[in-house]
């Protein structure tokens, strides 16, 4: 195995790796992808926020824009302590080839602040956005580069974040971010997009194998906007939940989770996921969440989660990546040995790119859909790139991961044929 105690875990080492089998599989030459192995343009700003008690604190942001072949830049900017320019440049690559695959005409982007929002106040929080906003807003618009939410950016923050650019700007750019609150020219269906996608790729997945929802058994890491609404939906669906967790911790349960309950409990009443108490409700720390027996493990928190340490004890039947880069390449190999079938990220959460694409277009359109009209064209988008990359691993005898990459590559390749070698 490659991973050494030694050496951190690089997520743009795999992607690259990725990139070059797809290419070799494909029989294309270094000249037709070499530039989808390399960020474009990356951009590094530091920029002073003031605290409540009157203090300055200088903060780091990213904005990694990874290709433009297909489109505007595109993708979301996360607020975590662990945010750093390997890490945003890996998911910037990822948002070019998920995008690719799905069929959006957009590129990849990303952006981050090095920060754990947590400790701010909602009013250091928004002067940190609208900052950060200022040190980034040259380089971004609505036909250049569209950010969107990620983890711990909710739609309040893209509202403060478009409030901010228009001010900028001096008239209204809706079309400049998506992920809005709705009153700001959000979508209906944005918020849930992302964790529906999640369940349309799991739905799809056991339509193959011939198995229904209902009564799959299913694990969920994260219990944020992806997991939670994932989770949610399956429950709906008549799934049983056998254990959830978040940063906090975990909780499980043999006879499945209520969890109306848990949402409600986190989300509605702002507790603590570790905390919830009900009756054969038992607390499971995130490392033997994600080894336990169950026909769906939906991975929906960080990267690197499922590596070379851990692989070999994953008892799941199906990964539905919901987060970015969950299982590293290493630890993909093993699970396709063991027979464990992957969705990958890049198909898996592509329902938030899916739907903040429809809201771009509403936006520019002015002319707003129906949720139900935002959920027909999210499963129909997701089924056709589903199927794409199922027939193609079925038929080259490679794994799903694989053969996305080889989809997306595909896409990006030939359109770069036909726009030439500078842009
Ligand atoms: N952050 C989400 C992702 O990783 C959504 C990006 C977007 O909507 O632009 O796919």
Redesign the pocket.
């Known amino acids: 195995m490659s991973n050494t105690p030694n050496k951190p875990h690089n997520p743009y080492d795999d992607i690259v790796k990725t990139i070059v089998t797809a290419a070799e599989r494909l029989g294309y030459s270094e000249n037709d992808y070499l530039i989808f192995t390399h960020p474009k343009r990356e951009l590094k700003v530091s920029f002073p926020v003031r605290m409540d008690n009157g203090d300055i604190k200088v903060f780091s942001g990213y904005r990694v824009q990874h290709s433009n072949t297909l489109g505007p830049y595109?993708?979301?900017i996360r607020y975590h302590p662990e945010v750093r320019d390997n890490e945003v440049k890996s998911?910037a690559a990822?948002?070019t080839f998920?995008c690719a695959l799905i069929g959006v005409p957009y590129g990849g982007g990303k952006g981050g602040v090095t920060v754990d929002p947590k400790e701010l106040s909602e009013s250091e929080l928004e002067r940190l956005t609208r900052r950060f906003v200022r040190a980034i807003y040259r380089s971004i618009g609505e036909y250049v580069d569209?950010?969107?939410?990620?983890i711990n950016t909710s739609a309040k923050i893209m509202g403060w974040f478009v409030d901010e650019y228009s001010s900028l700007k001096g008239y209204n750019c809706p079309a400049v971010v998506?992920?809005k609150p709705i009153a700001l020219g959000g979508s209906l269906g944005r918020v849930e997009a992302?964790g529906r996608g999640c369940v349309i790729a799991a739905r799809e997945t056991l339509k193959k194998l011939e198995k229904e929802v209902e009564g799959t058994t299913v694990v969920v890491q994260g219990f944020g906007n992806v997991g939670h609404i994932a989770a949610k939906l399956l429950y709906e669906m008549g799934a049983k939940i056998l254990a959830v967790s978040d940063s906090s911790g975990g909780v499980q349960c043999d006879a499945g989770l209520n969890i109306p309950e848990l949402v409600d409990f986190v989300h509605g009443q702002k507790n603590q996921l570790k905390d919830y108490k009900a009756k054969n409700v038992k607390p499971i720390k995130n490392a033997d969440l994600l080894t336990m027996a169950c026909d769906v493990l939906i991975p929906a928190a960080l990267d690197n989660q499922i590596n070379a340490q851990n692989a070999n004890d994953i008892k799941a039947k199906i990964i539905i990546e919901g987060a970015?880069g969950p299982t590293t390449l290493d630890a993909d190999k093993v699970l396709h040995q063991k027979g464990i079938i992957v969705v990958p990220d890049i198909l898996a959460?592509?329902g938030?790119?899916t739907v903040?694409y429809f809201e771009w277009v509403q936006n520019l359109q002015n002319f707003y859909w129906t949720e139900e009209e935002v959920n027909e064209k999210l499963d129909r988008m997701m089924c056709k790139a589903f199927s794409e990359v199922w027939k193609l691993s079925t038929h080259e005898k490679i794994n799903l991961r694989s053969a996305a990459y080889m989809r997306a590559l595909e896409v990006l390749v030939n359109t770069k044929r036909w726009k030439g070698v500078y842009y």
């Open positions: 595109k993708g979301g998911l990822w948002m998920k569209i950010p969107a939410p990620d998506t992920g992302t970015n959460n592509a938030g790119v903040s």
